[in-house]
């Protein structure tokens, strides 16, 4: 069910997150939210549940998009706007460019919530975490190798073919709507 939004004006919308984010805060999660808006009403909404069922991929975007995606069944989230309480991090990013909004909306940004909140992992902080990316994978931290076994590669390669011919010999995988 799509919930009905009686908010006034886009800004309710960020308050919405903003008060998504702070009720996680208080019942012991960690403090991010995101809102995925169509239409005037509010899509899907989650906070970040990392903390209560560690998953480190139950982010709010993604539980968000996942949420958004099942309603309208599609893979695309053209034509929504998507509140997030920061600015997103690499994993929700990516999920962020691969739903295609109309738009993203963040409403802090890492250098102003880093004095009271930091989440580096063991291969990458926040902070340098573009610079590690954009490295060839071969000097990045996270021990990453290519599989070099030649029948091992074809056998890769085949599962891409096989798509491909039951796919009408597209490679697309997907097109986005107008």
């Not at 995606?69 to 990516?94: K, N, Q, S």
């Not at 962020?96 to 909140?117: G, H, I, K, M, N």
């Not at 990458?124 to 060839?136: G, I, Q, R, S």
């Not at 021990?143 to 599962?159: G, K, L, N, S």
């Given at each position: 069910?799509?919930?009905?939004?009686?908010?006034?004006?886009?800004?309710?919308?960020?308050?919405r997150?903003?008060?998504?984010?702070?009720?996680?805060?208080?019942?012991?999660?960690?403090?991010?939210a995101?809102?995925?808006?169509?239409?005037?009403?509010?899509?899907?909404?989650?906070?970040?549940?990392v903390?209560?069922?560690?998953?480190?991929?139950?982010?709010?975007?993604?539980?968000?998009?996942?949420?958004?995606?099942?309603?309208?069944?599609?893979?695309?989230?053209?034509g929504t706007?998507?509140y997030?309480l920061?600015?997103?991090?690499?994993?929700?990013?990516?999920?962020?460019?691969?739903?295609?909004?109309?738009?993203?909306?963040?409403?802090?940004?890492?250098?102003?919530?880093?004095?009271?909140?930091?989440?580096?992992?063991?291969?990458f902080?926040?902070?340098?975490?573009?610079?590690?990316?954009?490295?060839?994978?071969?000097?990045?931290?996270?021990?990453?190798?290519?599989e070099?076994?030649?029948?091992?590669?074809?056998?890769?390669?085949?599962?891409y073919?096989?798509?491909?011919?039951?796919?009408?010999?597209?490679r697309?995988?997907?097109?986005?709507?107008?």
């Amino acid at each position: 069910m799509i919930l009905r939004a009686t908010l006034r004006d886009v800004t309710d919308f960020a308050q919405r997150t903003i008060d998504l984010a702070r009720r996680n805060v208080a019942e012991g999660g960690r403090p991010f939210a995101t809102v995925i808006v169509k239409d005037g009403e509010v899509l899907a909404e989650s906070a970040n549940k990392v903390a209560q069922t560690h998953d480190p991929t139950a982010h709010a975007e993604i539980l968000a998009i996942r949420e958004a995606c099942t309603r309208l069944g599609t893979e695309h989230l053209v034509g929504t706007t998507i509140y997030v309480l920061a600015h997103p991090c690499p994993m929700c990013l990516g999920s962020l460019y691969y739903c295609s909004p109309d738009q993203v909306v963040f409403l802090t940004t890492r250098d102003a919530y880093e004095p009271y909140y930091v989440d580096d992992r063991k291969y990458f902080e926040l902070a340098t975490f573009y610079d590690e990316f954009a490295k060839d994978w071969r000097d990045r931290r996270l021990p990453i190798r290519e599989e070099t076994r030649p029948e091992i590669q074809e056998a890769a390669v085949d599962v891409y073919r096989t798509w491909q011919q039951r796919n009408g010999g597209r490679r697309q995988a997907t097109v986005v709507p107008d």
